[in-house]
């Protein structure tokens, strides 16, 4: 008996067209179509910004102008880089370790039903806790020095670091295994060539959240004692009613996290041109 043969879709098919790969242009002009929404937002924000301080609506001590907030900026250019650089490397330090235990819990916890039942219990209760809560105790047990905050940091971002590559791990097809175990691969061939490539695009998942929770651990961190970083900065400029230093403090730390994010946000189009969402040239229904 002969088998027939679907054929692939192709332009010629009613309702289907074949997408070329795009151009520069059509690039530049998909990255201006995606990103001027969020800078009109910011551009709104700021405006409002702007006409509550100019109109004097509320107190100058209270919401600062935004031309105070940039020259404080400018004037403490040092000062404030410092302290910028202080709260980055323990957010990348932090973020690191989280990513890197996170990930090695993942496998553990895929690969040992009895590791999984035992340790995502206590995964669990650990991130219900307040970070805020016990981070006075790590003060008190590491000191005032870097530790307390990369290791708040790595608590805040480890969770879902381990929960996305546990779902990416146990997200591949069934099917996959059963041909890698079929074709003879060993466990560690599968992991190599199927579960971890089919796991990165949730792992990335995870990542966005954690580099953004991990700028947030630092600060949490810092708040609690330190003498040096955004949260020194913004609770020094509170205490003495500095808010266009406060003000300056919080777009700064900000920012950290939108960088942070964007560069993520890279290495996955990077890593990943193979996935669905990062190819451009697909075959896409008209109707």
């Known amino acids: 008996m002969s ?3 679907i054929p692939a879709p192709s332009a010629e098919v009613k309702g289907v067209a074949e997408r070329s790969a795009p151009g520069a242009g059509e690039r530049i002009a998909r990255a201006l179509e995606k990103s001027w929404r969020p800078f009109a937002l910011l551009l709104a924000c700021f405006g409002a910004w702007w006409v509550v301080a100019a109109a004097e609506l ?5 919401v600062p102008s935004p031309g105070a907030t940039l020259d404080v900026l400018l004037e403490k250019t040092d000062y404030v880089w ?5 709260t ?3 957010t990348l330090l932090g973020f690191v370790i989280a990513v ?3 990930v090695f819990a993942a496998v553990v916890m895929v690969y040992s039903q009895t590791v999984e039942k035992t340790l995502y219990p206590i995964l669990l209760f650990a991130q219900v806790v307040p970070k805020i809560a016990i981070a006075p105790l790590f003060v008190v047990w590491l000191g005032f020095g870097i530790a307390p905050k990369i290791l708040i940091a790595v608590l805040i971002a480890f969770f879902p670091v381990v929960i996305s590559m546990v779902t990416g791990l146990k997200a591949v097809d069934p099917e996959m295994l059963q041909l890698s175990a079929t074709m003879g691969a060993g466990p560690w061939q599968t992991f190599v060539k199927i579960r971890f490539p089919a796991s990165l695009p949730h792992l990335f998942a995870g990542l966005k959240v954690a580099v953004t929770l991990a700028v947030t651990g630092a600060v ?5 004692g330190a003498n040096e970083g955004l949260g020194y900065v913004i609770l020094q400029a509170n205490g003495n009613l500095d808010t266009p230093m ?11 996290g939108v960088v942070l994010f964007v560069l993520v946000e890279v290495a996955e189009k990077l890593l990943l041109p193979w996935h669905a969402s990062r190819r451009g040239t697909d075959v896409t229904t008209t109707f």
């Open 220 to 224: 949490v961190g810092e708040f609690v």
């Open 58 to 62: 509320v107190e100058a001590y209270l």
């Open 3 to 5: 088998q027939s043969v």
């Open 100 to 102: 890197a235990v996170g």
């Open 82 to 86: 410092h302290h910028t650089w202080v």
């Open 88 to 90: 980055t490397y323990e």
């Open 246 to 256: 406060l003000f300056a403090g919080l777009l700064v730390m900000s920012l950290i």
